[in-house]
């Protein structure tokens, strides 16, 4: 039963381009959360996802920052144009229900780099 | 606003000895809280829970005390081992009101063989 799985591991963009993190949940799983990490800093919410519905984005900074959850294919969380404090390690979790009634799991992140 | 807080940056103990990891809430509607492990470059991995209406979960090694009065809880690792090593994230929610978890800052342990 494989994980949350999420690509890149690594990211490297340069200040302006787009960043495109993807995120396949646990088989069976149909809600989506993203979290970033900034350095020396704890996990900070970012957006609730479940299929083809953002159901809270209100983590998200107001500007160049989307996600999304297609009823077919992973989660995307796309940052454009990119700036350096954007550079962080950002986490995908999901859960086969509301996290209320249950943990979620969590990938083992994509590490943005911003130069 | 840190309403999760875990004041020990860093912890470091003896193999074979027990690990005590503080956490502190504020928001007096949390109902859940969760302890999480993370090694470098991997994502956070659950660990145990706990519900308000407890004060006391056990799963093997590890062991979570929540005393609700001092907004407070602690995970203990009995014995801790060098694999224990790892930076450890306590997290809370509101279990009917939201499905954010509130990360604290994490406290790294050091465990010496």
């Known amino acids: 039963n494989a994980g949350v799985m999420q690509n890149p591991r690594h990211l490297v963009r340069r200040r302006g381009q787009e960043a495109r993190l993807r995120c396949s949940p646990m088989?069976?799983?149909?809600?989506v959360y993203w979290y970033r990490q900034l350095p020396e800093e704890g996990l900070k919410f970012m957006v609730y996802l479940q299929k083809e519905n953002i159901i809270d984005e209100s983590g998200m900074p107001k500007e160049r920052f989307s996600a999304e959850f297609p009823k077919e294919g992973p989660s995307i969380l796309r940052i454009q144009q990119v700036v350096r404090g954007d550079s962080a390690a950002y986490f995908c979790a999901s859960s086969p229900r509301q996290a209320q009634d249950t943990e979620a799991f969590f990938g083992q992140g994509t590490r943005l780099t911003v130069v | 606003d840190q309403q999760v807080k875990q004041n020990s940056p860093s912890l470091s103990v003896q193999e074979g000895r027990i690990s005590i990891l503080n956490c502190d809430y504020t928001n007096s509607m949390f109902d859940y809280f969760l302890w999480y492990k993370k090694y470098p470059a991997e994502g956070p991995t659950f660990l145990i829970s706990?519900?308000?209406?407890?004060d006391k979960n056990e799963d093997g090694r590890f062991t979570v005390f929540l005393n609700k009065s001092a907004k407070h809880l602690s995970l203990h690792i009995v014995p801790s081992q060098p694999g224990d090593s790892a930076v450890y994230f306590c997290a809370a929610h509101q279990r009917r009101g939201t499905y954010k978890y509130i990360f604290g800052t994490g406290t790294r342990l050091k465990v010496l063989a």
């Open positions: 706990i519900s308000s209406i407890k």
């Open positions: 088989k069976g799983h149909s809600h």
